[in-house]
């Protein structure tokens, strides 16, 4: 019988291999442009002719002289590793020397290089399998242009597989988007069919970039904490961070040796924006965007109980730590991975994550046009018929905050709903409702205490639902007679309740333990028209500055209004001139 194993020609193998590389015009600009990142490049230029299935990539990268040039789109050619050791210590973004020469066997490729301190730039036309087919000298600036020309040519059944022209471009912006997002430095222009597309401005950090990728988010929506942290004790990353590729031009930010890891972090204030869908949990790992659903499901459990109902979160996360820590081989695309020491990285960002909801000295910086009153001062401004020049050339960033514990007063109550609370940036209005149930959603998650209680609570007509539904959540109950149920302990706040069995029969209509702990804390905290003196009022505030998620109550609710002083210097115009306010 003959032997139905044979060996794939060798073109065949390629397309293949490019198939796994690239499959769309978005994979075809990921992998140039993290090329053009490994290169040290600050400024990218992408040009999209999508009919004629033509892209371009331009970038002042350090560029390429001509041997590098002849070999750049050989079979597995690159000069990011040297080894088998070195897919263990990866500190650039290509290393698989695998992208420009799937592209040879897919496209027309042409690239144009001319390196950093040389005299002279090279145009070179690489023809199937990468081999080289023109060479001439060219001007160029010091920097590389990547032309891909005809893409799936060769395979026409490739071409009707994809998607719309508009769908393709959709999926390049979302790509652009999220590389710019790990690299905030970078200046990127975006040109589709010869006309401007989108630009992206370089910013000091990923917080300050955000608003230009997701227009609907202010500044002053988000908290952005960067963290050093230590690695994991198991990990050996002294000696594999200190590798060095002396023939690669790697972006400086990821040939940064350090003992310790850093952590980034960007999240939308939930008081402030949240989603419709959990599309804006993003990670990010050494300058890549990655899927890893153990982290993501770590930040949305996070966020559990700060936002309202089938709501999520804005969350931008990036681990800057040891190559030795990942395993980049999971994916050809490399978007998963395989991280070392998991249990160890979700400890760290659930800790950052409480840190950058709190409300301290070192984060609260509220500007006041991310307040709601600010747009009422503003209106009241504008209708106003006269003007004013402030001497802050930066009104809108002047009040920092800078509260900690105990350095919130409290002044008064209004309508015995809202504490007036005065700090050395201005005052907030703080609802003592929804800010004593965040105090006590907390203390009952952390201390969840079951009483006994006599006499029992009695019940009537309760359905085999709602019994088993109180016992799930610990509670001893059972017949008493005819329809009647006595229930013989119950959560501690309640004790001192009248309304206590109404409180239980809210826990019997269904949701798990938590849920029952969000009931309990909204039945037993303070109601809105009670009235409370000074001590009781400033007991409160503190209790609830010392919270971990300060800025929403357990359903998502907001629980203060800030309103800061410089808001009030300038709707009562105290920067005026007296002579100028007297008309002289």
């Known amino acids: 019988m003959a032997s139905t194993i044979q060996a794939l020609p060798t073109e065949v193998v390629y397309l293949i291999t490019a198939g796994e590389v690239i499959d769309c015009f978005a994979s075809v600009v990921r992998e140039l442009v993290e090329n053009s990142l490994d290169a040290g490049a600050t400024r990218i230029v992408v040009s ?77 036309s690489y023809g199937n399998g990468g081999e080289v087919v023109q060479v001439e000298v060219t001007a160029i600036a010091p920097g590389t242009v990547v032309t891909v020309s005809h893409l799936f040519g060769n395979c026409s059944s490739r071409r009707q ?11 390049v912006q979302a790509t652009i988007h999220q590389i710019a997002l790990c690299h905030p430095h970078v200046t990127w222009q975006i040109w589709q069919n010869d006309r401007q597309w989108f630009t992206i401005s370089p910013a000091a950090t990923t917080g300050q970039l955000l608003p230009q990728i997701l227009p609907q988010v202010r500044q002053g929506d988000l908290q952005e904490v960067k963290l050093e942290i230590p690695n994991p004790p198991n990990s050996c990353t002294d000696a594999i ?23 980034t972090l960007v999240v939308g204030l939930p008081d ?70 998991i249990i160890y990285w979700q400890e760290q960002i659930t800790q950052a994550i409480n840190q950058a909801l709190s409300i301290s000295s070192s984060n609260l910086k509220e500007a006041v046009h991310t307040t709601r009153v600010s747009k009422l001062l503003k209106a009241a401004e504008a209708k106003g018929g006269y003007n004013f020049n402030s001497q802050n050339p930066n009104p809108c960033t002047d009040a920092i905050n800078r509260v900690s514990p105990n350095s919130l007063k409290a002044v008064a109550q209004v309508s015995n709903t809202y504490i007036v609370a005065e700090h050395p940036g201005g005052m907030w209005l703080v609802e003592q409702h929804i800010a004593h149930e965040r105090v006590l959603y907390e203390q009952l998650c952390d201390d969840w205490q079951l009483v006994p209680v006599e006499p029992p609570i009695i019940l009537y007509q309760l359905s085999p639902a709602q019994v088993s539904q109180l016992q799930r959540i610990g509670l001893e109950i059972e017949p008493f007679g005819e329809q009647l149920w ?26 798990d333990l938590q849920t029952a702990q969000v009931a309990v804390a909204c039945r037993s905290a303070i109601r809105n028209g009670t009235p409370m003196n000074q001590q009781e009022m400033q007991t409160l505030l503190d209790n609830w500055q010392r919270t971990r998620n300060p800025r929403t109550c357990p359903h998502g609710r907001p629980i203060y209004l800030s309103l800061e002083e410089s808001a009030l210097a300038r709707f009562f115009r105290r920067n005026w001139v007296i002579g100028k306010s007297h008309g002289i």
């Open 48 to 124: 999209l002719w999508p009919q004629q299935w033509r892209i371009r990539v331009a970038d002042n990268g350090c560029g390429m002289n001509l041997d590098d040039l002849q070999q750049a789109a050989t079979a597995h050619s690159t000069s990011k590793i040297r080894s088998s050791a070195d897919l263990w210590k990866i500190n650039s973004l290509g290393f698989r020397g695998e992208a420009l020469h799937s592209l040879t066997t897919l496209a027309d490729l042409e690239i144009l290089s001319r390196p950093v301190g040389g005299k002279l730039g090279w145009r070179i």
């Open 161 to 171: 597989g994809l998607s719309t022209a508009a769908q393709q471009m959709k999926a």
């Open 241 to 263: 961070n200190r590798v060095s590729t002396p023939h690669s031009c790697t972006d400086a930010i990821n040939r940064v040796s350090t003992p310790n890891s850093s952590l």
């Open 272 to 341: 402030r924006t949240h989603r419709h869908r959990p599309d804006w949990v993003r990670v990010a790992i050494n300058g890549r965007m990655v899927k890893t659903p153990e982290l993501e499901q770590t930040i949305l459990s996070a966020f559990h109980r700060t936002l309202p109902r089938d709501r999520y979160p804005i969350c931008f996360l990036h681990l800057a730590i040891s190559p030795n820590q990942i395993n980049w081989n999971r994916n050809p695309a490399k978007t998963e991975i395989y991280l070392n020491e």
């Open 486 to 511: 006595a229930v013989r302990n119950i959560p501690a706040p309640l004790q001192q309740r009248d309304d206590c069995a109404e409180a239980i029969l809210e826990l019997s209509w269904g949701g």
